[in-house]
């Protein structure tokens, strides 16, 4: 039996192996904010931190998911291709898009922005009970409340019509849900999966809070829904009532939308989906299908969202419930506002993630001391997630301006081309500017100071949240 003394060199000596080991893992093929802050995990508890690690230290997939995500290939770029007729002149912005994403922009389509909560449920379920071929569905949360409940219905009833019916939910957004969830749609005939299950092997296998954040809803291949609301009551979470912003899309752009869904399908049943006809031509809207994830190798979103500040020359508006920069975003919202640019950043008030809140906090006076503007939100949780760049161009979908939506997490975002659009994306914005108050650096400061500890206990934690 070992003494207390050698026991205690051995751990000694193991604490140090983590340290001098993990100083040349950590710094591979991760941001530096990142790369910091599992650094002074490893330094102060060497142990807990190779445990934490393990179980979420590495934002990939196993092998075997990559071999499938790389056999979904040619279907995406099939679909790519055929849009690529309907693609009007190519702009470095749209380029870029492509390359992250895999999907060009097309033209001919028609666009609907809906900020009703129930006004959207209520289209969706219309659009399904006109459904005659497929309804494909995809979305973080699917709860078996009153919301869940008129989808499921709709989804019986089209299922019960001879309409193909695939629901996908991810397995952690839901879980407080899913089995109930699952039994609803079930019953009513719907081929429901849940997507990414937590499985006990986790601390066997790379992270598994990797979730599918996205939100769709994709009807005869033709109109298509895509956003930040899941399919739950607007009041899920106690003293918190959420405020949404869908796009209701119908046009070719659901091909790339529809292609991304049959993708998604394919990991998780390795089933493969027979592509619809391109939409016929709806509207004038020049749209762009962008998914981001951790299945693609890089922070698609963020790059995006980075370009787009830094090509800014008169305005910046960034819509995000949870908003903690990196350090290139960071640069571009001060570089912007440096060069004349207005910088408008629409965050809530209310919080329904403690520590997340804390960390968002800790960027505020180093954003205001810059001559950023922060907007934030009365009385609701504003859950939608846009930007707009110059009143030109415009992006709606599921990611946040955070490292979870940046690396983390599967995403989707609508590119929006034209003038038009962004016009009645511009609208929106205001809307929520009024609803808004704004927040002054002074008092900001008068804050006391425990909050202030907190929040940078938190910012030191903020890269691996």
């Known amino acids: 039996m070992l003494d207390t003394s050698t026991f205690a060199l051995i751990y000694l000596l193991a604490e140090w192996a983590i340290r001098l080991v993990m100083i040349v893992v950590i710094p591979l093929r991760r941001p530096p904010e990142a790369a910091r802050s599992w650094l002074l995990l490893v330094l102060f508890l060497p142990i807990p931190a190779l445990v934490f690690y393990r179980l979420i230290g590495r934002a990939r997939f196993p092998a075997w998911r990559r071999r499938r995500f790389e056999a979904t290939e040619p279907s995406r770029r099939a679909a790519a291709t055929s849009l690529a007729a309907r693609s009007f002149v190519q702009t470095p912005l749209s380029r870029l898009a492509q390359t992250l994403g895999g999907f060009p922009v097309c033209e001919g389509n028609a666009i609907t922005l809906l900020t009703g909560?129930?006004?959207?449920?209520?289209?969706?379920?219309?659009?399904?009970?006109?459904?005659?071929?497929?309804?494909?569905?995809?979305?973080?949360?699917?709860?078996?409340?009153?919301?869940?409940?008129?989808?499921?219905?709709?989804?019986?009833?089209a299922v019960r019509r001879g309409v193909a019916v695939r629901v996908l939910i991810d397995a952690l957004g839901s879980r407080?849900?899913?089995?109930?969830?699952?039994?609803?749609?079930?019953?009513?005939?719907?081929?429901?999966?849940?997507?990414?299950?937590?499985?006990?092997?986790?601390?066997?296998?790379?992270?598994?809070d990797l979730r599918?954040?996205?939100?769709?809803?994709?009807?005869?291949?033709?109109?298509?829904?895509?956003?930040?609301?899941?399919?739950?009551?607007?009041?899920?979470?106690?003293?918190?009532?959420?405020?949404?912003?869908?796009?209701?899309?119908?046009?070719?752009?659901?091909?790339?939308?529809?292609?991304l869904f049959s993708s998604d399908w394919y990991?998780?049943?390795?089933?493969?989906?027979?592509?619809?006809?391109?939409?016929?031509?709806?509207?004038?809207?020049?749209?762009?299908?962008?998914?981001?994830?951790?299945?693609?190798?890089?922070?698609?979103?963020?790059?995006?969202?980075?370009?787009?500040?830094?090509?800014?020359?008169?305005?910046?508006a960034i819509v995000s419930p949870y908003l903690i920069p990196d350090e290139a975003l960071l640069v571009a919202?001060?570089?912007?506002?440096?060069?004349?640019?207005?910088?408008?950043?629409?965050?809530?008030r209310l919080a329904d993630q403690r520590l997340v809140s804390l960390?968002?906090?800790?960027?505020?006076?180093?954003?205001?001391?810059?001559?950023?503007?922060?907007?934030?939100?009365?009385?609701?949780?504003?859950?939608?997630?846009?930007?707009?760049?110059?009143?030109?161009i415009g992006v709606v979908g599921s990611s946040n301006a955070d490292v979870r939506s940046f690396v983390l997490n599967a995403e989707v975002s609508l590119i929006l081309h034209d003038g038009a659009t962004a016009g009645a994306l511009a609208v929106v914005q205001k809307a929520c500017v009024a609803r808004s108050d704004p927040l002054t650096l002074e008092a900001w400061r008068s804050r006391h100071r425990a909050r202030r500890i907190l929040e940078n206990g938190a910012r030191l934690v903020s890269p691996l949240l």
Request: glycine content about 8%; overall charge neutral.
């Open 267 to 316: 990991l998780e049943t390795q089933e493969e989906l027979k592509p619809p006809a391109i939409a016929a031509r709806a509207g004038d809207a020049e749209l762009q299908t962008m998914p981001s994830g951790p299945d693609f190798g890089v922070p698609g979103f963020e790059r995006l969202l980075v370009e787009l500040v830094h090509t800014a020359r008169q305005h910046v």
């Open 117 to 157: 909560y129930d006004e959207t449920i209520e289209r969706m379920v219309d659009d399904i009970d006109r459904a005659r071929t497929r309804v494909h569905l995809l979305t973080y949360i699917f709860a078996d409340d009153r919301t869940g409940q008129m989808i499921g219905r709709a989804l019986g009833r």
């Open 176 to 208: 407080p849900w899913a089995e109930r969830s699952m039994a609803m749609l079930r019953a009513e005939g719907v081929d429901a999966r849940l997507v990414l299950p937590v499985r006990l092997a986790a601390f066997r296998s790379p992270r598994s």
């Open 212 to 259: 599918n954040h996205r939100k769709l809803c994709l009807i005869d291949g033709a109109v298509g829904y895509i956003g930040s609301q899941n399919i739950v009551n607007r009041d899920f979470k106690p003293g918190i009532v959420n405020d949404e912003l869908v796009a209701r899309v119908a046009g070719p752009v659901t091909t790339a939308l529809d292609a």
């Open 333 to 348: 919202l001060k570089n912007a506002v440096a060069r004349g640019v207005a910088v408008d950043l629409i965050v809530s």
């Open 359 to 392: 960390a968002q906090h800790s960027y505020y006076d180093e954003l205001l001391v810059a001559g950023i503007h922060i907007h934030r939100y009365r009385d609701h949780l504003l859950h939608a997630k846009n930007v707009l760049i110059d009143g030109s």
